[in-house]
Nanobody
Framework: QVQLVESGGGLVQTGGSLRLSCAASARTVNTYTMGWFRQAPGKEREFVAAIRWSGGSTYYTYYADSVKGRFTMSRDNAKNTVLLQMNSLKPEDTAVYYC??????????????????WGQGTQVTASS
């Protein structure tokens, strides 16, 4: 069982920044795919960003078009923690943000239904 705990959400003005953190249990494997998803009221859960092991010590990062250039995902394997730095926040970024983990490295990192483990979510609100 992998436990994930998100933190760092809050209220910001449009154009502001937040940094989300996802702390994973000690049993989380460095080769797991880690993802960030978000869900706004009345909308489907959507992919935000992911980091995926690609062999050896190499990892790939991926971003939804809607956040590319504004959000940055990083991973600290020693701390079993992933971060999502969110800059230039827009009202449409308002959602509950979820951290997710998948035991496999695949091309389906953008699909929520491919992740086995989820955090409880943290609210992000960007207001004009």
């Amino acid at each position: 069982q992998v436990q994930l705990v998100e933190s760092g959400g809050g209220l910001v003005q449009t154009g502001g920044s937040l940094r989300l953190s996802c702390a994973a249990s000690a049993r989380t494997v460095n080769t797991y795919t880690m993802g960030w998803f978000r869900q706004a009221p009345g909308k489907e859960r959507e992919f935000v960003a992911a980091i995926r092991w690609s062999g050896g010590s190499t990892y790939y990062t991926y971003y939804a078009d809607s956040v590319k250039g504004r959000f940055t995902m990083s991973r600290d394997n020693a701390k079993n923690t992933v971060l999502l730095q969110m800059n230039s926040l827009k009202p449409e970024d308002t959602a509950v943000y979820y951290c997710a983990a998948d035991a496999y490295s695949s091309s389906y990192y953008y699909r929520a239904d491919r992740y086995h483990y989820w955090g409880q979510g943290t609210q992000v609100t960007a207001s004009s």
